[in-house]
């Protein structure tokens, strides 16, 4: 097969569940003339270096997930979006190898429609860190804390939605509190929150 990557090969050796149906995944992808790649430990498609669709597996599913698929056409309504939070990348789910055989057509239909939205040159409007919830006790921490709120503010966009969305899935105020009172001091020092 043509366009496979030696480099990605261990991914699919390694894989315990969704084995085949990774590889008949990988067969139809690699049909569609995207070159293979490995990002984020999981096998990945581009078209002249610009990620299309990432295969990756979970307990329950296997998926393929399309970066941009906010934006593409979705006339069989298959394409999922993993949590309300998900800005820009739609998944399409598959639980055994018939599915995906069943699909192949329109799978091979979506990927297309992929590569089109990405010649295309179609960015996703990303909601600004100002249009998250931004928990009351944040706010307060905000007045309370010199320098705190010039900190935040000094924060790439990634990194202000990364901590509002953390400290907003908290459901008990103790709990927001809590949260919040760990990473002042990652903030303060121009942190996110995984750095």
């Known amino acids: 097969m043509s366009g496979m990557n030696p480099a990605v090969d261990f991914y699919f050796r390694k894989a315990d569940q969704w ?5 008949k995944l990988r067969t139809i992808i690699l049909e569609c003339d995207l070159s293979e790649e490995l990002k984020w430990g999981h096998p990945c498609y581009a ?3 610009s990620n299309i669709v990432l295969m990756h597996g979970f307990k329950e599913y296997c998926a393929l997930l399309f970066m941009k698929g906010a934006l593409m056409q979705d ?4 394409l999922v979006q993993q949590t309300k939070n998900v800005q820009s990348a739609r998944q399409i789910r598959f639980t055994n190898l ?4 069943a699909m192949e057509a329109v799978l091979k239909a979506y990927v297309a429609e992929a590569v089109r939205v990405e010649k295309a040159g179609l960015q996703v409007e990303f909601k600004q860190p100002t249009d998250f919830e931004f928990p009351e006790e944040f706010i307060d921490k905000l007045e309370e804390i010199p320098g705190l709120q010039d900190a935040f503010e000094a924060l790439t966009p990634g990194r202000q939605r990364g901590y509002l969305l953390y400290f907003s899935g908290a459901k008990q105020s103790k709990t927001r509190t809590a949260r919040i009172e760990k990473y002042v001091p990652h903030i303060l020092e121009g942190k996110g929150i995984n750095d």
Do not use: D, M, R
Not at 19 to 23: G, N, P, W
Not at 75 to 78: L, S
């Open 19 to 23: 084995k085949a149906e990774f590889e």
């Open 47 to 49: 078209l002249e270096g």
């Open 75 to 78: 006339p069989n309504g298959i």
């Open 98 to 101: 018939q599915e995906i055989e």
